[in-house]
């Protein structure tokens, strides 16, 4: 069964400081995909980056970035020179491949606070 | 564009009632699901469709049904509304089953069952 796991309930970070987001999951399947996404206070869902399995590269997308180590099954993101727009709730989801019928669930999420 | 439209975006039931929240993707997406979303719970999948005439359950599917005849549309229907049911619900979509094909979310519907 899949599973995903996000430890930090919450966060606070001074602004233009670097955050890491904890993001660990578990599959039984050998390809699989890892996304994370971003939900400010308005509600709608934001799409930030994706990381596959089978990548050999860690997936950067402007001041974000996937610090993807398979062996431990993380998927941390990593954001880079963290602004106040950057204060919101973060979701880490996994699609598993084939045996998980492609479905994505998502982690309980994490609420990052940039302070001023 | 429209994306993905979803309908109500708000509505209040109460216990025993019946609804169905419609959701409709113009994208071509094989793939459909929906989320609820509780504080503190992130997003729990409900139910999912990788095409037309194909679902299957998610991590929480008691008290919801789904079909999908077409490719555009994924509603979701409640039997019997309980209090517990009281929720935020995502109706999201994906061009692709596999792989690197992100989710497309609608706007969500909050439901209150009283």
């Known amino acids: 069964a899949q599973k995903i796991t996000q430890t930090q309930p919450g966060m606070f970070v001074q602004e233009k400081e670097a955050v890491t987001l904890d993001c660990t999951y578990d599959?039984?399947?050998?390809?699989?995909?890892l996304f994370w996404y971003k939900q400010p206070s308005s509600g709608e869902m934001i799409f930030l980056i994706y990381?596959?399995?089978?990548?050999?590269q860690n997936a950067t997308e402007g001041r974000y970035s996937l610090n993807f180590q398979k062996a431990r099954k993380s998927a941390n993101l990593v954001i880079s020179a963290s602004q106040l727009g950057d204060s919101a709730m973060y979701f880490c989801?996994?699609?598993?491949?084939?045996?998980?019928?492609?479905?994505?669930?998502f982690g309980s999420g994490t609420r990052l606070s940039i302070r001023p | 564009n429209a994306g993905v439209t979803q309908t109500p975006k708000f509505q209040v039931l109460k216990t025993g009632q019946s609804m169905t929240l419609q959701c409709a993707q113009d994208?071509?997406?094989?793939?459909m699901s929906w989320y609820r979303q509780d504080p503190g719970m992130g997003l729990r999948l409900i139910h999912y469709?990788?095409?037309?005439?194909?679902?299957d359950q998610g991590e929480v599917p008691n008290g919801y049904n789904v079909s999908r005849s077409t490719t555009e549309d994924f509603p979701l229907r409640l039997l019997s509304a309980a209090p517990s049911q009281t929720s935020v619900y995502f109706c999201?979509?994906?061009?692709?089953?596999?792989?690197?094909?992100?989710?497309?979310f609608g706007e969500g519907s909050r439901l209150t069952v009283l």
């Open positions: 999201a979509s994906s061009y692709s089953r596999t792989g690197a094909g992100e989710l497309f």
């Open positions: 599959t039984s399947d050998p390809s699989y995909g």
């Open positions: 990381q596959g399995s089978y990548d050999q």
């Open positions: 989801a996994m699609r598993g491949g084939y045996s998980s019928a492609s479905k994505i669930i």
């Open positions: 994208m071509n997406h094989e793939y």
């Open positions: 469709s990788v095409g037309a005439g194909i679902t």
